[in-house]
């Protein structure tokens, strides 16, 4: 594709791209505005959710202590982490939404109407960069569909209101999706180099989102035989890439005197979904610690490397394989059903937690809540499907996304809600929006 043939962004497309984020704006700030107490207060619904809470800590979740422990004047990224009995430097949860949190806090912005106004910021911006993605892989007719499909998708709307990551790691990776294709199509070299390091601070986001970064760096290089001066671009992109996930890995390398791929707790997350009393979905610290003899858990808790600890749980995964693969194996199913759903679906038909000290949102509305998010789920796969199938060859960034996100989850375990799904949902709803525009009247031909 030469530089003339490029699709360039006209006035029209500026004027509907303006308007989609308008409307994804005032979505969210409705949203606001009737979950929560003038923005400051708990809502009631949630789709992502806190997760487990740590015993002997008085911060909500182990990210949460982390986060105050790095807003402090002597500031260190350490807390109370799963099977310590104290806290310590950690590295079991990836740094850069805790980060970005510790500096809000510094800066004095530790509130909730701060967290959701970043969140606002970072929903606006996915969408954005996911219709600039579609209008480069596609046209501006998809792009429209895929803009307001990302606008007004329910889950991502509920999650602006959640102290959580969800947000940030969407737009992660609209960025990338966004950077990628425009990088393919001109070898831009800050185009080459902001990719990367935008798929790097994915992977910075969350820890399990690393296959995918690796392998959507690994289709970059490959198209680069395409660009010109590809051998650049390609340097370029790992550079970035690099330069993101580089000075954490040093710092664990420090730290532990062990290479640490973003976070050290894999094998700890392996083992929750690879154990005689997995389900697929998470463990709270109790149940976790229950599922030990106790001098296997004496001798884990005497490990004061957090990285070997978690590593010294491999020989507890090997020997439930062993002794068991036929339950091993439907864990897996299990696990991707929790992934698809969430457990709160599987066990109870709910696929948002309920806050019942929040404000209540309207009576019409939290009647229909549930059957608005299951329609929009089904529907969303539904039509990623067909577009996926339909128009798969042109974005093989997103189909590496499609099954390279939910590996982590399936070969160990999801969660209780669908926060593991949201970033998943990006690459759907860029098929969905092909789809749609191929179904248009007067287009299928």
């Known amino acids: 594709m030469t530089e003339a043939t490029l699709p360039k962004l006209t006035l029209t497309g500026c004027l509907l791209l303006g308007a989609i984020a ?19 207060g708990a809502a009631e619904l ?6 487990p809470r740590l015993p002997l800590s008085h911060a909500p979740t182990d990210a949460e202590n982390l986060i105050e422990n790095l807003a402090q004047d002597d500031g260190w990224f350490g807390g109370l982490a799963p099977l310590a009995t104290h806290e310590e430097k950690s590295a079991h949860i990836a740094p850069c939404y805790p980060w970005i949190r510790s500096v809000l806090v510094r800066l004095g912005f530790s509130g909730d109407r701060s967290v959701r106004a970043v969140n606002l910021a970072w929903g606006i911006g996915a969408v954005v960069f996911l219709f600039l993605a579609a209008r480069r892989w596609y046209d501006l007719p998809t792009a429209v569909a895929v803009g307001l499909l990302a606008a007004i998708y329910p889950f991502w709307i509920i999650n602006v209101a959640e102290k959580a990551d969800g947000g940030l790691i969407v737009f992660w990776f609209a960025a990338s999706a966004w ?14 180099l902001a990719f ?15 296959p995918f970064a690796v392998v959507g760096m690994l289709w970059f290089l490959s198209r680069c035989r395409h660009v010109k001066f590809g051998w650049f ?9 690099c330069i993101a996930i ?13 290479v640490v791929p973003v976070a050290d707790s894999a094998l700890l997350h392996v083992y929750i979904g690879n154990n005689p009393w997995a389900n697929g979905g998470p463990m709270d610290e109790a149940k976790l610690r229950s599922t030990f003899s106790a001098d296997r858990l004496e001798v884990l808790r005497r490990e004061k490397n957090q990285a070997r600890r978690y590593a010294m749980l491999a020989d507890n995964v090997g020997e439930f394989w062993r002794d068991d693969p036929r339950a091993a194996l439907s864990l897996r ?12 679906f599987i066990d109870n038909r709910k696929l948002v937690e309920r806050d019942e000290t929040a404000r209540a949102l309207p009576d019409s509305l939290e009647r229909r809540a549930e059957f608005i998010l299951l329609t929009s ?12 199938v339909a128009c798969r060859g042109m974005t093989g960034f997103l189909t590496a996304a499609l099954f390279a996100i939910p590996l982590p989850y399936v070969l160990s375990h999801a969660e209780t809600l669908s926060g593991p799904r949201l970033p998943w949902d990006a690459a759907l709803i860029v098929f969905a929006g092909a789809a749609l525009a191929k179904l248009w009247p007067g287009r299928l031909r």
């Open 22 to 40: 308008a409307l994804a704006l005032v979505l969210r700030l409705g949203y606001l505005h009737l979950a929560t107490d003038h923005f400051r």
């Open 46 to 51: 949630a789709v992502q959710g806190t997760g």
């Open 179 to 192: 950077l990628a294709v425009r990088s393919v199509q001109t070898g831009e070299p800050t185009t080459c």
């Open 196 to 210: 990367g390091l935008s798929i790097g601070l994915t992977a910075l986001t969350r820890a399990a989102l690393l």
């Open 233 to 241: 671009a390609s340097l370029l992109a790992s550079l970035g890439f």
């Open 246 to 258: 580089g000075p954490w890995m040093l710092r664990c390398w420090k730290e532990y005197e062990k």
């Open 333 to 344: 199913y299990a696990a991707f059903q929790r992934f698809l759903f969430g457990e709160k």
């Open 377 to 388: 789920l089904l529907s969303l796969w539904a039509l990623g499907l067909l577009g996926w």
